[in-house]
Nanobody, 125 residues
Framework: QVQLVESGGGLVQAGGSLRLSCAAS????????MGWFRQAPGKEREFVAA????????TYADSVKGRFTMSRDNAKNTVYLQINSLKPEDTAVYYC??????????????????WGQGTQVTVSS
């Protein structure tokens, strides 16, 4: 099992940028497919992005393509989510997920793996 801690959230104006981080414990971090999800008030959790073990492949929700970039640094046991051109509808708690499933089989419903406690992103208009 891997423990995850997200950081980097905050209050930002529309059009601004943030970089979220997710630090993982454990020596097997590079074996995990990593994902980001978000949950807005009154809504269900939704998939945002995921990245393969090596970092060579990524996949994104259609709603964030072109604005969000996910990356990872296996030497630092950390994944990142660069968020640009923030919109009020991006306001949510952002969660990090770690799963041993390969990226091509990654569950966008977020039904398995380990989760962090989340970091709040609030975008003002």
């Amino acid at each position: 099992q891997v423990q995850l801690v997200e950081s980097g959230g905050g209050l930002v104006q529309a059009g601004g940028s943030l970089r979220l981080s997710c630090a993982a414990s454990g020596r097997t971090f590079s074996m995990y497919t990593m994902g980001w999800f978000r949950q807005a008030p009154g809504k269900e959790r939704e998939f945002v992005a995921a990245i393969s073990w090596s970092g060579g492949s990524t996949t994104y929700a259609d709603s964030v393509k072109g604005r969000f970039t996910m990356s990872r640094d296996n030497a630092k046991n950390t994944v990142y989510l660069q968020i640009n051109s923030l919109k009020p509808e991006d306001t949510a708690v952002y969660y990090c997920n770690a799963d041993l499933t390969p990226l091509r089989l990654y569950d966008r419903a977020g039904g398995s793996g380990s989760w962090g406690q989340g970091t709040q992103v609030t975008v003002s208009s």
